[in-house]
């Protein structure tokens, strides 16, 4: 079956953003960070007005390329923009294993994300420009 190489990247990325968010949201459930939370220090981490705007701002990264496949005409723009992106998010995800002892479930989501976003690197870095195709092809 041939799908879209773009909505296979979008989708990849709504589904880590999803991850994201519940990964969030299980922490919320989880009486010892919830507790962290209400004392705005979490794992050693001061959650300041600051903080919160970085963490808005990253995470625009995965966001924004849930739509950006489907905008950006340019193939080799947009490789560019998913290798870097993917490269970011994944960093930015590993580095969060070494903030304090992460719980289990923590550790799950993070390597799902982990996962996701390295696959998006390394397929896009494979992508072949070469075909001169505005809408690459991939089969699955």
């Known amino acids: ?57 990253y995470m625009q990264i995965p966001l924004a390329n849930v739509f950006l496949p489907h905008v950006v005409r340019n193939a080799r723009l947009l490789r560019r923009i998913q290798i870097i992106s993917g490269t970011i ?3 930015a995800q590993g580095a969060t294993l070494f903030v304090g002892t992460p719980a289990p479930y923590y550790v799950l989501f993070s390597m799902i994300e982990m996962a996701v976003t390295s696959y998006i690197v390394v397929s896009v870095a494979r992508w072949n420009l070469a075909s001169g195709s505005k809408t690459p092809m991939v089969s699955v």
Do not use: C, K
């Not at 953003?17 to 220090?41: C, E, I, K, P």
């Open 89 to 91: 998010a994944t960093l």
């Open 1 to 57: 079956m041939n799908l879209n190489r773009r909505n296979i990247y979008s989708s990849l990325w709504a589904f880590v953003s999803l991850n994201y968010l519940y990964a969030d949201l299980v922490g919320l459930m989880d009486v010892n960070l919830l507790t962290q939370y209400q004392t705005g220090v979490v794992n050693g981490v001061e959650i300041t007005p600051a903080f919160l705007t970085l963490a808005a701002a």
